[in-house]
Every structure is written in structure tokens, then in C-alpha cells.
């Protein structure tokens, strides 16, 4: 079974105000992650919220997910991912956990399911979106990785395991995933 994580606890201090209440054709951004995870078949979905947790809730009532709040949220990226990790491995039967983040307004669930179809093609245990020559989110990661995964601290994201462990990763063509919203410019550009 795969577990899914949300990485939504930044301050989004780039922007000025919570990136996740941010609207995209009718929905927030939180709201369009959530409906790519919900979509795509992952169990349990995690939701990590940190800074500006009292503004976001209200805007994901009705999903079916577990809500952690990190409370290390401004240490950065890394506690979050300590967080949801945390979480899934309370689960025995989690044996994957993707993660995704809130501000990648393409990630839907037609690509989440193409990572764990690509897991069950390929048996590799990372598997990780590719686009604008790097590797990223959305990822998936084998259970195999969760202890690593826990170790990482500060601003850091998992990007490192995917070339320390490149002959056990994979690649799946994201063309918009390098669409993520940090600043007003970049949220002007997405909905211009």
C-alpha cells in the first residue's frame, strides 16, 4: 500500500500570504492537491500543515485525510517530510510513500497514478517526476528509504537520495511540473 504526503506547512514568505489558499479555476491550491490525491488511490493521505494552519483547515473539510500539524515547520522542507514519514510508518502495511507538495497546480491524479504504475513496472524504489532537466516532486519512494527520509534536516527536500540511489531511480515525464507558485509573479503567470 501507498501512503501520500502533502507537504503544505511553509510560510510562503516569497508571496506575502498562504500559497495553499491561493484560487485556480474555482480551487485553492491545498484544494487541487487534494483532489489529485484523493484520485489517486494512495492510502492514507497525509496532510502536513505548519505555518498559517488556523487560515488553511477551513478549506479541506469533506477529505478524506489525516491533518498533522508540524510544529518544526520553520526548520523547513526536511521536518515536513520527517512529519508525514512519521505518520505512514505507524502503518504496517504502508510499504510506499509519495509526496507531493501544494503549489504544483498540474500535478493531478492521472500523474500520481503514473508513478505507481511505474513502480509496478519498473521495481524500482524511487521513483521521481522529471522536467526542465532535473528530478523532483511528485516522488515515490520505497519503504526502504523512510529511515533515510527521517534523517534529513533543515531546507533540504529528498532530492539528494535520487542521485545517491540513481540506479535504483526512475523517471516520469512531468511537462508542467516545473509550474510552481512562490511568488505573485509566478501566481500572475498561472492564472494570466
Not at 506575502?16 to 485556480?24: A, C, D, I, S, T
Not at 540513481?166 to 509566478?186: K, P
Amino acid at each position: 500500500m501507498t501512503g501520500l504526503v502533502i507537504l503544505a506547512a511553509g510560510q510562503s514568505s516569497r508571496l506575502g500570504q498562504p500559497k495553499q489558499n491561493l484560487l485556480y479555476k474555482g480551487k485553492t491550491l491545498l484544494q487541487h492537491a487534494l483532489v489529485a490525491a484523493t484520485g489517486s488511490g494512495c492510502q492514507p493521505i497525509v496532510l502536513v500543515l505548519g505555518a498559517h494552519t488556523a487560515a488553511i483547515e477551513p478549506g479541506i473539510e469533506g477529505h478524506a485525510i489525516q491533518v498533522i500539524h508540524n510544529a518544526d515547520w520553520p526548520e523547513g522542507m526536511a521536518s515536513s517530510i520527517r512529519a508525514g514519514i512519521i505518520q505512514l510508518q505507524q502503518n504496517p502495511e504502508v510499504d510506499s510513500a509519495l509526496m507531493m507538495l501544494c503549489d504544483q497546480p498540474f500535478a493531478n491524479a492521472q500523474l500520481l497514478t503514473s508513478l505507481l504504475n511505474k513502480r509496478q513496472e519498473t521495481g524500482k524504489g524511487i521513483i521521481a517526476c522529471t522536467y526542465n532537466g532535473t528530478a523532483g516532486v511528485p516522488v515515490l519512494f520505497d519503504r526502504q528509504y523512510f529511515t533515510e527520509l527521517l534523517s534529513l534536516k533543515g531546507h533540504e527536500g529528498a532530492k539528494k537520495l535520487l542521485a545517491r540511489y540513481a540506479d535504483d531511480t526512475t523517471l516520469v515525464d512531468f511537462a508542467h511540473g516545473g509550474v510552481d507558485i512562490d511568488t505573485m509573479e509566478d501566481y500572475e503567470g498561472l492564472v494570466g
